[in-house]
Antibody, heavy 118, light 109 residues
């Protein structure tokens, strides 16, 4: 069955950096777009970024463009999110999702918590 | 950016009754709309895509309808497992600016 397991969440100071990882299994990773979606504590869902099956196209939400970088390693069935210049408003649970047809999240991981605070 | 507005914010329903949730887009998204269910402490789960197509394994009591700017998620004969928060999401924009509604909480009456 499809499994997505995120890791890398942590407490980081404003202005700091963090790299999230997502290990995928149970499907042919190279066939699918992948995405990151976040959820601030007690709030709704916010799409962050997605990446095409071969590494392009790549798109970002306006709120993270220029600070976050999505990437993937198809040889190791892994998705990444490099987060730089972190702000307090980036505090959230970050979910990795299989993004079917480049349209919607068919499967989700359990999420990893990123806290940006001094 | 297309703004998605869900109503009501909270819906109180008795088990066995029908729940009707609304989602409105600020401009037409055709049928490029998905619905998700999220329970406390869990990741969201895809229920519906293309406005009316149930995702794999989703019970038939969940149905989606609508197109353009007005969409509805109907849960027929609510079960205890259905009390959760429901989100709509559009994927119409290109380049993509994917947006979610703010959610509707379905609670036990």
């Amino acid at each position: 069955q499809v499994q997505l397991v995120e890791s890398g969440g942590d407490l980081v100071k404003p202005g700091g950096s963090l790299r999230l990882s997502c290990a995928a299994s149970g499907f042919t990773f190279t066939n699918y777009y992948m995405s990151w979606v976040r959820q601030a504590p007690g709030k709704g869902l916010e799409w962050v970024s997605y990446i095409g099956s071969g590494g392009s196209p790549i798109f970002y939400a306006d709120s993270v463009r220029g600070r976050f970088t999505i990437s993937r390693d198809n040889a190791n069935n892994s998705l990444y999110l490099q987060m730089d210049s972190l702000r307090a408003e980036d505090t959230a649970v970050y979910y990795c999702a299989r993004w079917d047809f480049g349209d919607y999240a068919a499967y989700w991981g359990e999420g990893t918590l990123v806290t940006v605070s001094s | 950016e297309i703004v998605m507005t869900q109503s009501p914010a909270t819906l109180s329903v008795s088990p066995g009754e029908r729940a009707t949730l609304s989602c409105r887009a600020s401009q037409s998204v055709s049928s490029n709309l998905a619905w998700y269910q999220q329970k406390p402490g869990q990741a969201p789960r895809l229920l519906i895509y293309s406005a009316s197509t149930r995702a794999t394994g989703i019970p038939a009591r969940f149905s989606g309808s609508g197109s353009g700017t007005e969409f509805t998620l109907t849960i027929r004969s609510l079960q205890s497992d259905d009390f959760a928060i429901y989100y709509c999401q559009q994927y119409h924009d290109w380049p993509p600016k994917i947006t979610f509604g703010q959610g509707t909480k379905v609670e036990i009456k």
